[in-house]
């Protein structure tokens, strides 16, 4: 049996996008800034692609800017207004511990050039307090930037209020949406958002492309410098079959929004409740307030690579944290964030279930898991130390 659980890493390209992409590489191929008739095809069809991004996300064509994906969205958004902030001479940028390191990379270049950067804790539950986020809030201030629901462990956080706190003191707020936008209800208005950033192939459309939310008197820096596509904001041609791809699977996975929250959800629920059966496990994260299909775990006394190999020998797809540092032999910052020690912070699992997940995958992963996770225990000098009394229990 084939399980794939690894749709927070990417997920299938949706047949609708797919055939989106093909007819509108065969019907607008030209290119969108060319003056002739199928370069202004090219550009109709965009600015109809635009269109329907916005209103997805409830705000207008203009604050749309398509890119190459969430790592562009968040590194531009960060980058515009600190600069912007510190032409003013606030130098001050206040995030969280358990960004994705596209957001954390960029702001330790931001440290290295003199910037003050304060990361919030999240404590246990991996939810941040808008509360801490105001605490810090001063007239030094040029930008927030808090993540909507977190990659490695689900938890959705208090966005909507932390924005509506930086809208009243008129600090500019950014919120890397990569993982929510199509799992659960996104309105950039709703947020009190200045920026957002998501990624097509989070949500069924393909790689390598995405867009930024940029609000109507915001600034905006741009990274690539060229030509004057993207209404000057950022060069280079645009992908338009991917962007087209990529409206249509946004389209598309708001449409079944309820029904897969509704469904996932369930599933989620079912496989937490079945692998917390397991002697010395704990769940990551919040229970309640996490992505419909999002499922994060720390077995105590085995490595998380060692598990990742052995299920995929059962056919089973996960992953130990975020697909963008699975090449890292350092613990995730995300589980030390949420108290994790080291060692048991190396034992960790994700899976993230998706829109084709069924009951019997969900079956199959509560039978196999278990398993391998008691085959790797049997193995290890650790556990055994545990098992003896050498060791004390953490979990």
């Known amino acids: 049996m084939y399980v794939y659980a690894d749709n927070a890493a990417t997920t299938k390209l949706r047949p609708e996008a797919l055939e989106a992409f093909v007819r509108t590489a065969e019907e607008y191929y030209g290119n969108p800034s060319s003056l002739h008739t199928a370069g202004q095809r090219a550009k109709e069809e965009l600015n109809r692609c635009r269109e329907r991004v916005a209103a997805a996300l409830g705000g207008t064509a203009r604050e749309i800017v398509f890119t190459s994906g969430g790592s562009e969205s968040d590194n531009q958004a960060i980058l515009s207004a600190a600069y912007f902030g510190a032409r003013k001479g606030k130098r001050k940028i ?31 539950r991996g939810i941040v307090s808008a509360a801490d986020a105001e605490r810090e809030i001063d007239d030094d201030t040029c930008l927030v930037s808090v993540m909507l629901a977190n990659n490695e462990i689900g938890t959705i956080q208090p966005v909507k209020e932390i924005g509506a706190i930086c809208r009243a003191r008129k600090v500019p707020f950014h919120t890397d949406a990569v993982q929510a936008v199509g799992h659960m209800p996104v309105n950039v208005k709703e947020l009190n958002c200045d920026y957002l950033a998501l990624s097509a192939h989070k949500f069924g459309g393909p790689r390598g492309v ?140 994700r899976l993230t279930l998706g829109e084709d997940t069924t009951e019997e995958d969900v079956a199959y992963l509560s039978e196999k898991i278990p398993r391998v996770v008691e085959y790797l225990r049997n193995m290890s000098p650790v556990w055994r130390d545990l098992k003896e009394g050498k060791r004390t229990y953490i979990l």
């Open 94 to 124: 206040v995030s969280t511990a358990i960004e994705h390191h596209a957001v954390l990379h960029t702001l330790e270049k931001l440290k290295k050039e003199g910037f003050e950067i304060v990361l919030l804790p999240v404590g246990e």
């Open 210 to 349: 995405g867009a930024l939310y940029v609000r109507t008197g915001t600034p905006l820096k741009n990274l690539i410098e060229g030509g004057a596509q993207e209404n000057g904001r950022r060069a280079g041609t645009e992908n338009l079959p991917a962007i087209a791809a990529m409206t249509v699977a946004l389209e598309t996975s708001l449409s079944r929004l309820p029904a897969y929250t509704k469904r996932v959800s369930a599933l989620r629920d079912e496989l937490i409740d079945n692998l917390s059966k397991i002697p010395h496990c704990a769940l990551n994260g919040d229970r309640e307030a996490r992505l419909p299909g999002n499922v994060s775990f720390c077995f105590e006394g085995i490595e998380g690579e060692s598990l990742l190999l052995l299920l995929d020998e059962e056919g089973i797809c996960a992953s130990s944290g975020s697909a963008c540092t699975s090449g890292s032999l350092d613990p995730s910052h995300v589980l030390l964030a949420i108290g994790r020690v080291h060692d048991v912070a190396h034992g960790s699992l």
